[in-house]
């Protein structure tokens, strides 16, 4: 670790902290119909899509209704991304002429990749099991993904403030209208940020264009050992089992380009991460200067912090709001310390000169495998930490190649639940659900009935809040356990042995269910088998828990409000931010620590007693 590490670390959250604010009151004001810089020129467009639409912006839904919009909305959104990755062979905007996806599918190969990645980026989560300069299209790119970006963040931003209205509102049945607050999201917030980021992004390189790709040759050709396919795309094998080979020699590079600028805009300020390039965030097209990189770590965490801030003052609390927040960075700190100190020590088994199986070396430099020179230890380890607490699946350097206890951290950030800062409104409906518990337990230590915001919290709030809970690691769980004992199915297709293997698989279902998107990329995921369960894994991970926490907005909406007496807990102090944070890492410690210390904890103690895989 070092001090110009730290400085870097500390400019970024101030940066993050003085945004919020203004973030957070513009925000409020679109969400609450108010007018802002942007109505001259945006009110009239908004005003035609409903009419256009059929829309009525003075009708509010209740919490039922408001759960159907975003289902049947997100159904007809999937189809259509599937349809598109499917036809896109007879598309428009596809210089390379890129087949359909899956149209040379056979029963062991590719077959569900349409599907998996429809279900990824409907639901936010944007898991690429595919290499997408060489699978999808400009259109597909275009109208496909990027589209789904904007909508999936939409979508969150929207339930987010439904959200933080049942909590505000007193003894109504509505929660608002899906269509209005969907529209706004997009209209005022995603749109303008992304039009102006992706000219930040432009300046420093990022390449936009409809250009076929270039080709380069070689100054230098090189003769390499490759896996032999069939006529399917299928890997061969040697009747022992064994991959069979075959030479190749490369004696030119294809470089690959397009409209990255704007989907990468708003891949970042939507927490979506799925990457126009495989290298996702790593690639100089993506991420070619340190100021792109920080521009793109700010955007990360942009809408997710000032949320907080509309939180407390749709709420009335504006204490509240900064205590959430408060609780947010403590969690954000305390994960980005012990990768930051995991990476800098690097490897004990390694030293100057080679191996040293007494384990009492520090790796010199610290870990740099699998990161950018360009980024270093500090930015690289900032960007996994931010990209895990908010939903955010890009990525610039390898989890994989992470230290033990490195790598651990991505991974325990999204077991949490996405919640630190989370993904765009994501991330606060489920601080907020933690919220409701940590009252309801508050209120059990005093022996009164617990109050949030002046309201009652009751059973069926604490029973859906539960739901919720619980719904996340049983899936992460079991279809982890079941890949885990099933090699015909999931352990055949890890590239690592031991703990490291359980990991990947972990980290596989963990990311997909939590929508986030990032992977150890050590796992061999475009198979039959995870296409189709980390497809579920999404769909299930966004859908079955949007529904508890509509529950519980629509009915805390339809509660009086009470005013505070003595037992009353406060949700505006030091020891509730605290509270919170306990919570927060009980429910997963007694959750998931059985499955961490099989896979990076005691990876971490064979590493210290010098034993690789």
Not at 28 to 47: A, K, N, Q, S, Y
Not at 235 to 249: I, R
């Amino acid at each position: 670790m070092t001090a110009n590490g730290w400085l870097q670390i500390l400019f970024f959250l101030a940066v993050i902290l003085a945004i919020t604010k203004p973030m957070g009151l513009f925000i409020t004001h679109v969400f609450g119909g108010e007018r802002t810089f942007l109505h001259p020129v945006l009110r009239p467009v908004e005003r035609l899509i409903y009419r256009l639409t059929g829309v009525d912006e003075s009708r509010e839904m209740r919490w039922t209704e408001y759960a159907a919009g975003v289902l049947l909305f997100s159904l007809v959104s999937m189809l259509l991304l599937y349809l598109i990755q499917r036809l896109q062979g007879v598309l428009p905007f596809n210089p390379q002429e890129l087949p359909g996806v899956d149209s040379s599918a056979s029963s062991t190969g590719f077959v569900a990749s349409a599907f998996n990645t429809s279900a990824s980026f409907t639901t936010n989560t944007n898991w690429q099991s595919y290499v997408p300069e060489t699978t999808m299209s400009y259109l597909t790119q275009m109208a496909g993904l990027a589209y789904h970006n904007f909508a999936s963040a939409a979508v969150g931003i929207s339930l987010a403030v439904a959200f933080i209205r049942g909590v505000a509102r007193r003894e109504s049945g509505t929660i608002g209208n899906f269509w209005v607050d969907f529209v706004r999201a997009n209209l005022y917030v995603l749109l303008p940020l992304c039009f102006v980021f992706a000219l930040l992004l432009v300046s420093q390189g990022v390449v936009q264009n409809l250009r076929p790709y270039d080709t380069a040759k070689l100054v230098d050709p090189q003769t390499v050992e490759v896996e032999r396919k069939d006529a399917a795309g299928n890997v061969l094998t040697n009747p022992d089992g064994t991959t069979q080979k075959e030479t190749q020699h490369v004696n030119e590079q294809t470089i690959a380009q397009g409209p990255v600028a704007s989907q990468e805009a708003i891949k970042m300020l939507g927490t979506n991460g799925g990457g126009f390039f495989n290298a996702n965030s790593a690639h100089p097209f993506e991420n070619p200067t340190p100021f792109s990189n920080f521009l793109e770590m700010i955007a990360i965490f942009a809408i997710g912090a000032g949320l907080t801030y509309t939180l407390g003052r749709m709420t009335g609390s504006q204490r509240h709001g900064w205590a959430v927040l408060a609780a947010m960075v403590v969690l954000f700190l305390a994960g980005l310390v012990t990768a930051y100190w995991a990476e800098a020590r690097g490897n004990p088994i390694l030293t100057r000169g080679g191996v040293d199986q007494s384990a009492s070396a520090v790796q010199s430099g610290g870990n740099m495998e699998g990161k950018e020179v360009r980024f270093g230890i500090a930015n690289s380890v900032l960007f996994a930490t931010a990209t895990t607490d908010a939903s955010c699946g890009a990525v610039n350097s390898m989890h994989d190649s992470y230290t033990p206890l490195g790598g651990m951290v991505p991974l325990t950030n999204i077991m949490l639940g996405e919640i630190i800062f989370g993904g765009v409104g994501s991330g606060l409906y489920g601080m907020l659900i933690f919220v409701i518990l940590s009252v309801f337990i508050a209120g059990l230590m005093v022996g009164r009935t617990p109050e949030y915001l002046g309201k009652k919290i009751e059973s069926y709030d604490v029973k859906m809040a539960m739901l919720y809970v619980l719904i996340f690691p049983l899936l992460i769980l079991a279809f982890a356990g079941v890949s885990v004992i099933s090699p015909s199915f999931g352990s055949s297709q890890l590239n690592n042995a031991g703990p490291h293997g359980l990991s990947e698989i972990l980290y596989a279902f963990t990311s997909a269910t939590g929508n986030n998107g990032s992977a150890f990329a050590g796992i061999s995921a475009n198979t039959l088998w995870y296409n189709t369960t980390i497809g579920f894994a999404t769909l299930f991970g966004r859908f079955m828990m949007i529904v508890p926490v509509l529950a519980v907005a629509g009915n805390l909406a339809r509660k009086k409000v009470v005013p505070p007496s003595l037992g009353t807990f406060p949700v505006t102090t030091p020891l509730f931010s605290t509270l919170l944070v306990s919570v927060i890492l009980i429910v997963g410690a007694l959750t998931f620590f059985p499955a961490l210390s099989l896979g990076p904890i005691v990876e971490h103690l064979l590493m210290s007693a010098g034993k690789t895989f």
